[in-house]
């Protein structure tokens, strides 16, 4: 029984993440690759910022473009000391705008990960970018029917994931970062992984 149930778990994820896959705008995906492109003949910046699973991808993704692209990219969430004195001493919806006003410059690129799309942190860094003339990109889902909140409404470009479980959010957040990179290695003769 605990088989069966099992398998049926396995099968309903792998057919929702799919259904999503499936769904998201490859139109979108390379817009957010031009963009990235964009900052790498500009000799720019791009500048992740996220919550929990929205954070993990981030950072695995900010060593990947550093290393496989030689693009300089921070992820804001791994400065653990700036990002806990920021929410200390001011408010943890100020985070990323904190870490922003120190590292952004204009021409670089701000992209935001939640699968709600309304966190509030992210969506004030988000507004800060374009405030600072910064090109602005939103990650996220259709969290509880959400259809990507107010990230999706706000950013220049904005991917969404086309389901309502955090999970596959998650998922299609990391799949969506490595097409981006693996995209820009074949176009421009990258050799070389992780």
Same mark, same amino acid.
């Given at each position: 029984?605990?088989?069966?149930?099992?398998?049926?778990?396995?099968?309903?994820?792998?057919?929702?993440?799919?259904?999503?896959?499936?769904?998201?705008?490859?139109?979108?995906?390379?817009?957010?690759?031009?963009?990235?492109?964009?900052?790498?003949?500009?000799?720019?910046?791009?500048?992740?910022?996220?919550?929990?699973?929205?954070?993990?991808?981030?950072?695995?993704?900010?060593?990947?473009?550093?290393?496989?692209?030689?693009?300089?990219?921070?992820?804001?969430?791994?400065?653990?000391? #700036?990002? %806990?004195?920021?929410?200390?001493?001011? @408010? +943890?919806?100020?985070?990323?705008? !904190?870490?922003?006003? =120190?590292?952004?410059?204009?021409?670089?690129?701000?992209?935001?990960?939640?699968?709600?799309?309304?966190?509030?942190?992210?969506?004030?860094?988000?507004?800060?970018?374009?405030?600072? #003339?910064? %090109?602005?990109?939103?990650?996220?889902? @259709? +969290?509880?029917?959400?259809?990507? !909140?107010?990230?999706? =409404?706000?950013?220049?470009?904005?991917?969404?994931?086309?389901?309502?479980?955090?999970?596959?959010?998650?998922?299609?957040?990391?799949?969506?970062?490595?097409?981006?990179?693996?995209?820009?290695?074949?176009?421009?003769?990258?050799?070389?992984?992780?």
């Amino acid at each position: 029984m605990v088989e069966v149930v099992s398998s049926i778990f396995a099968q309903d994820y792998l057919a929702d993440l799919k259904a999503a896959l499936d769904l998201l705008d490859l139109g979108q995906i390379h817009a957010f690759t031009s963009a990235v492109e964009g900052v790498m003949d500009n000799g720019g910046t791009v500048h992740f910022i996220g919550n929990g699973g929205s954070a993990g991808t981030p950072s695995h993704s900010a060593g990947d473009w550093s290393k496989e692209l030689t693009l300089p990219t921070l992820c804001h969430v791994d400065n653990v000391s #700036g990002l %806990t004195a920021w929410a200390n001493d001011t @408010d +943890y919806d100020n985070v990323f705008v !904190g870490a922003l006003k =120190t590292f952004l410059k204009t021409g670089d690129i701000v992209v935001g990960y939640s699968g709600s799309g309304n966190s509030a942190n992210v969506i004030n860094g988000l507004q800060y970018a374009k405030e600072m #003339g910064c %090109t602005t990109i939103g990650v996220g889902g @259709d +969290y509880n029917g959400g259809g990507g !909140g107010l990230m999706a =409404t706000l950013v220049d470009i904005a991917i969404i994931a086309r389901t309502h479980s955090m999970e596959r959010i998650e998922d299609i957040q990391l799949i969506i970062n490595h097409i981006v990179k693996e995209t820009i290695k074949a176009k421009r003769g990258i050799t070389g992984h992780c």
